[in-house]
C-alpha cells in the first residue's frame, strides 16, 4: 500500500521546519543519518494511530530579497499541489493574516485537493483577537496550533490522517514501479522514450495518482512494468536560487511509490551533492537503487576507465555501495537492454527472504569474529535474529540494550549479512528490541 503523502506549505518563518521536526522526532527507529546527504531534512516517514505517511517539509526556502517573496511561496505552493494527497497550509498566528496568506490560499483553493488551514504559535489556548480573520481565506476551520509546544498536535493529526483518500492504490505483486529520477538534463525523459519504445506500449498511457503523475504500463517477455513519470520533475523552477530544492522535493513523489528507483547521472558530470540528496531520498525509502551512468558515449576511454569510474561512485554514494551501477548512452541506445535486467535482479532481491536458522548462524559468527561493543562494563548481547518484512528487507535484533548497538556495529553486521546472502541493489533496515518488547 502506497503512502499518502503530507506536504507542508507557508510562507518564510511560520514555524514548518519546527512543525515538521516536532512531528517527525516522535518516532524515527529505522531511519538513519545518511552521510554524504543533506542536514537540511526535507522528507521522513513517520505514523499516527498506525496510519503511515510522507511527510514534506517545504520549508527553508528564504528568499534573497523582498521581490520575489511571492514568486517563491507561488512555486512552493505548486510544488505541493503537484504531488501531495493533503496540504497543510501553516500560518502565523502571532503576525496574523497577510496578503501572502492569501495569495497563496488562492491557488489552494483551485486544487481540489484538501487543505488543512494550520494557524501556528498559538502558546495559550486563548485564540488571538484576529484568530477569526483567517476564516476569510475560504480554506474551513482553520486549526490552532503552536508547534513550539505541541499543543492541539493530537487533533491536527486526527484531522491530518482522516483526510486521506480512500483506497490508496495497492501494490500489484506482479508489477514492477520503475522511478527515473536524477537531477534536470541528464537525459530522464529520453531514457523513459526508450524504455518504451524498444518495449513497445501495450497499455495507452494512464492518469495516475492525485499526485499529478502519469503511470505507463508496458511488459516485456511476459513481465509487467509501470513507469512512473512525475509531471512535476519536467517543469523547471521559474526562482533560480532555489531550482536544485525543488528537483529534489520533485523526485519525492515518484520514489515514494516505487519499487526500484534508476538514479541518472550525467557521465561528464559525476555524482554532484544534487545527486547525494536525491540517492539518499530513495536509500531512506528503502527501495531498490540503480546508478544510470548516462552520456558514456562522452567519456574519453582508457583501458580501466568504467572500473575506475565505478569506484568513485561508491566513494561518493558510500551510503548506498549496494547500488550497482550501469554505463549507458540514450543517444546510441547503449546498453539499455542492460538496465531492464538490472531492474529484474534487484526487484528479486528486495523480496529476498532468509530463514531464521541461516540468519542466527551467520550473527552468531560475526560476533566471534568480531565482539560487539561495550559500554561501562556492560557488553551488547544479541539474543537472535529475524526478517519480519520484505520490500525493503528487515531484520528484527532481539537485544538486551537499545543504547550499546552503536552505528559502526550494525553497519559491520549489515555488511556481513550482505556478503552472507546479497541483497544487491536494496537497502536492508534493522529494527533494534529489547527483551520483553512485541514485535
Known amino acids: 500500500m502506497s503512502k499518502p503523502i503530507v506536504a507542508i506549505v507557508g510562507r518564510p518563518n511560520v514555524g514548518k521546519s519546527t512543525f515538521f521536526n516536532k512531528i517527525i ?56 499541489m503537484d504531488m501531495a494527497d493533503v496540504i497543510l497550509f501553516l500560518t502565523d498566528g502571532k503576525e496574523g493574516l497577510t496578503s501572502a496568506d492569501r495569495e497563496v490560499a488562492t491557488m489552494l483553493l483551485r486544487t481540489g485537493k484538501k487543505v488543512i488551514l494550520v494557524v501556528n504559535k498559538v502558546d495559550s489556548p486563548k485564540l488571538p483577537e484576529d484568530f477569526y480573520d483567517f476564516y476569510e481565506l475560504g480554506l474551513g476551520e482553520p486549526m490552532a496550533i503552536s508547534a513550539a509546544n505541541m499543543l492541539n498536535f493530537g487533533d491536527l493529526l486526527d484531522e491530518i490522517v482522516g483526510a486521506f483518500p480512500e483506497g490508496m492504490e495497492d501494490d500489484d505483486e506482479d508489477t514492477t514501479k520503475i522511478a527515473v529520477i536524477g537531477k534536470p538534463n541528464v537525459g530522464k525523459s529520453s531514457l523513459i522514450n526508450e524504455f518504451l519504445g524498444e518495449n513497445r506500449v501495450i497499455v495507452s ?16 517477455e511476459g513481465k509487467k512494468y509501470i513507469l512512473i513519470d512525475t509531471a512535476g520533475i519536467r517543469r523547471k523552477s521559474k526562482v533560480n536560487e532555489d531550482i536544485e530544492r525543488y528537483s529534489v522535493i520533485r523526485a519525492i513523489g515518484a520514489i515514494e511509490r516505487c519499487d526500484v528507483a534508476l538514479l541518472m547521472i550525467d557521465a561528464e558530470e559525476g555524482v554532484t551533492d544534487q545527486d547525494k540528496k536525491i540517492a539518499g531520498l530513495a536509500h531512506e525509502a528503502g527501495k531498490g537503487i540503480i546508478v544510470v551512468v548516462n552520456k558514456w558515449d562522452l ?73 560487539p561493543p561495550s559500554d561501562k562494563g556492560k557488553r551488547l548481547k544479541i539474543y537472535y535474529v529475524t526478517q519480519v518484512g520484505v520490500k525493503p528487507p528487515l531484520f528484527s535484533f532481539h537485544i538486551n540494550k537499545r543504547e550499546l548497538m552503536h552505528f559502526s556495529y550494525a553497519r559491520y553486521l549489515e555488511n556481513k549479512i550482505r556478503e552472507g546472502f546479497g541483497f544487491e541493489g536494496t537497502s536492508i533496515k534493522f529494527v533494534f528490541r529489547e527483551k520483553g518488547e512485541k514485535e
Open 25 to 80: 522526532g516522535r518516532r524515527l527507529s529505522i531511519v538513519e543519518d545518511t552521510p554524504g546527504v543533506t542536514r537540511d531534512r526535507i522528507y521522513a516517514e513517520t505514523e499516527w494511530n498506525g496510519r503511515h505517511f510522507a511527510l514534506i517539509d517545504t520549508g527553508g526556502i528564504e528568499p534573497l530579497s523582498k521581490d520575489i517573496i511571492l514568486s517563491q511561496m507561488r512555486e512552493q505552493a505548486q510544488v505541493a
Open 205 to 220: 498511457p494512464i492518469a495516475g495518482t492525485t499526485r499529478d503523475s502519469i503511470d505507463t504500463p508496458f511488459e516485456r
Open 299 to 371: 567519456v574519453e576511454k582508457e583501458t580501466n576507465t568504467m572500473r575506475d569510474y565505478k569506484k568513485e561512485i561508491e566513494k561518493e554514494l558510500v551510503f548506498m555501495a549496494y547500488a550497482p551501477a550501469v554505463f549507458i548512452s540514450v543517444l546510441e541506445h547503449l546498453r539499455i537492454q542492460n538496465v531492464i535486467d538490472l531492474i529484474d535482479y534487484v526487484s528479486e532481491k528486495r523480496t529476498l527472504r532468509v530463514s531464521t536458522g541461516q540468519l542466527n548462524s551467520l550473527i552468531t559468527d560475526a560476533t566471534m569474529m568480531k565482539q
